[in-house]
């Protein structure tokens, strides 16, 4: 399924970082936000293909291909960590880097709508900042959470998908895993990312944590 998705205003443009070419997906360049988060993230010229199925919360099967292509997820829990935030859609800027939550919306995580919907194989992408010049910002506490934590994200018409923590990885921004996070994955998984690390000499974090899941 490949969605067109407009430039939103009042988002914070991506600093080029470096530029890892996966032919299988066409991958964009990877950027760097220049904000205080530091989250990375590249885009990808296609999206996953739909599922036939996946876990709800009930333990039963739900799927998102059903033909509307307005299903997107709404919301983002981790109670291990206390976060609980509706998801605002990101897209790209018209220089073609990642849009992210504003700065005054920090408290407010951001779906990349160029990754798989939650319930569809493939990695799907939320963002987050950790402190934003407002102070702290929803995905300030990521850093404490553990493997096997649940993260449940509740989808647009009312049905939620749970993922499984499975591991944590802080990486420099200048040697950030484009492919792991963004490549091919033939599960149904989840990737979480905002800054981690001291701050540089312009004040911004130096590396990222990603929070890596897979579907229940």
Known sequence: MTRTLPRRDGARPLRPLLI?????????????????????????????APSTSASSSSGGDIS????????????????????DS???QLGLNSDS???????DKGMTAGWYAG??????????????????????????DLRTVKPGADVAIRLS????????????????KSAFPTEQVYGPASGHVLRLITCDG??????????NLIVYGVQR
């Open 115 to 140: 990754s798989a919907v939650p319930g569809q194989p493939g990695p799907s992408v939320i963002i987050g900042h950790n402190d934003t010049r407002y102070g702290r910002a929803v995905f300030h």
């Open 97 to 103: 880097t990642v849009e992210v939550p504003p700065a």
């Open 157 to 172: 018409d009312g049905r939620t998908v749970h993922y499984t923590v499975t591991s944590l990885q802080r990486v420099s």
């Open 86 to 88: 509706p998801l605002m």
């Open 20 to 48: 890892a070419p996966l032919a299988a997906l066409l991958l964009a360049a990877l950027t760097a936000l220049t904000a205080c988060s530091g989250v990375i993230s590249s885009p990808s010229s296609k999206r996953s």
């Open 64 to 83: 998102t291909d059903d033909g509307d292509s307005s299903i997107s997820p709404a919301r983002v829990t981790i109670a291990s960590v206390g976060v």
């Open 198 to 207: 001291v701050l540089d000499a312009n004040g911004h974090p130096v590396d």
